[in-house]
């Protein structure tokens, strides 16, 4: 899907793809080396997400506007995206020429939200979950331990414990398994 809208995006006469990356990890030292106008990124990336690079390229490079191009189109991932300073998030299911549009308005200085995500967001409210909940319901995914999440974390197991029981209230689960998928499928994480 990336190289499909690169090539696309490269057609337009007033654009140029200066570089790819498959990995989040990668976004902000190319982005670095490369200084692109905008940065097209997807929120789950392999490595690091999109929105934790958005909000690294906001400090590092600030000149470097952010517009989030995903599939995952969730009002929670919109207030995140907008948080960390992102220009715009778009579903990638719309067409390509509205998504040169989009840079164009994002280069423009115009921040540029799907509307129906927008109002989903907004009927959604915020997320009632700290930074520090959703860090460690994020470390506890894929069955880590109390004792691995603390490690991790470098938190004592009882905070670990009070962080994962207040995540789990906030979502009415029933369990920290639930209450990350939870979070998760509401874009809190």
Known sequence: MRGALALLLDLEDDMEVVAQVAEGDRIVPVALDVRPDVAVLDIELPGRTGLDAAAELRTRLPDCRVLIVTTFSRPGYLRR???VGARGFLSKDGPVDQLAASIRRVLGGESVIDPALAAAAL?????PLTAREREVLAAGQGGATVADIAAKLWL?????RN???SAI???GARNRTEAARVADERGWL
Do not use: Q
Not at 123 to 127: F, L, T
Not at 156 to 160: G, N, P, R
């Open 81 to 83: 995206a907008m948080e």
């Open 123 to 127: 009927s959604a409210g915020p997320s």
């Open 156 to 160: 004592s197991e009882s905070t670990v």
């Open 163 to 165: 962080y994962l029981s």
């Open 169 to 171: 209230g906030k979502t």
